[in-house]
């Protein structure tokens, strides 16, 4: 899948989406915009695991901190 385009159907939203050290390749416009689909493909209550390196930046306040790698969708 190619994260720079718009998420097609992929039968979800998804209890769990993973997508570890990808973002760090990212320009920023770019990461904002690939952070905003993949947590639109997480349910309600639905995890979200980035690599150590990733930070939800201003997406924080549609996801909690389970850990500091692990995101729950509000």
Known sequence: MNL??????LGGPFDLVLCRNVLIYFEPDTRAAVLDRLIDQCVRGGYLFLGHAETLGDFRSRMRAVESTVWVRR
């Open 4 to 9: 720079h385009e718009p998420i097609g159907d």
